[in-house]
């Protein structure tokens, strides 16, 4: 199967979709989408890769597949080994759901463009920074509780899933608009462990090709 990945370095969907792709060990070509100098608006990638001006895209045998999470399922269904999921429902629908509460509560109110929105509409660097962190404080609230219960090294059980897949980008933010993680040690410690993991290690934005380092 011939994997090809629209991608930018530091934005976290797509680093969600990296990581995916490193635990279920596939290769995959690496196509930049420079984010800050506006790729995702070119007439070209609009039309035939992501309609929604964002990333990921995965190109796939030449089908097009966009968000993070259908990607991170359908790799799920496509090469079912290594799992990202539980083999039980109930397991399966808490690390689904600990995924969503970063995926689909967290990380929307808080990418480029709704910062650039903000920006727009005057909100200051110290208001969009409050904004920021206070959906990542309140996502992360939530998922404690969830890690500490049902994480056994990793967010869920003993081995990566899902909810690692999201959690490790999501703590990869928190840490650059300096989100105080001490509130959070289930938290923390799942990332972490994760973080060492050579998968995630693979996927780490200073790793891709086009990082930009200061």
């Known amino acids: 199967m011939s994997l090809t990945l629209h991608s930018y370095w530091r934005a976290t969907a797509p680093y969600r979709v990296r990581i995916g792709l490193a635990l279920k060990g596939l290769d995959y070509a690496y196509v930049p989408v420079n984010l800050i100098a506006g790729d995702q608006h070119a007439a070209d990638y609009v039309a035939t890769r992501n309609a929604q001006h964002l990333t990921p895209a995965l190109v796939a045998d030449g089908e097009v597949l966009t968000q993070s999470l259908a990607i991170l399922e359908w790799l799920e269904e496509t090469h079912p080994q290594p799992p990202l999921l539980p083999a039980d429902p109930l397991g399966r629908a808490r690390v689904r759901a600990m995924a969503g509460v970063v995926a689909c509560d967290i ?108």
């Open 107 to 214: 990380h929307p109110l808080n990418n480029l463009r709704v910062q650039q929105q903000l920006t727009r509409l005057g909100v200051d660097e110290a208001g969009r920074e409050a904004w920021t962190k206070r959906w990542i404080e309140d996502g992360f609230s939530a998922l404690e509780p969830m890690v500490a219960a049902h994480g056994r090294g990793f967010a869920f059980g003993e081995t990566p899933t899902l909810a690692d897949c999201c959690l490790v980008p999501q703590v990869y933010s928190a840490e650059r608009y300096k989100v105080d993680l001490a509130p959070f040690p289930a938290v923390r410690a799942a990332a972490e462990r994760a973080r060492a993991h050579p998968a995630f290690a693979a996927a780490h934005p200073d790793n891709q090709p086009d990082a930009v380092r200061a």
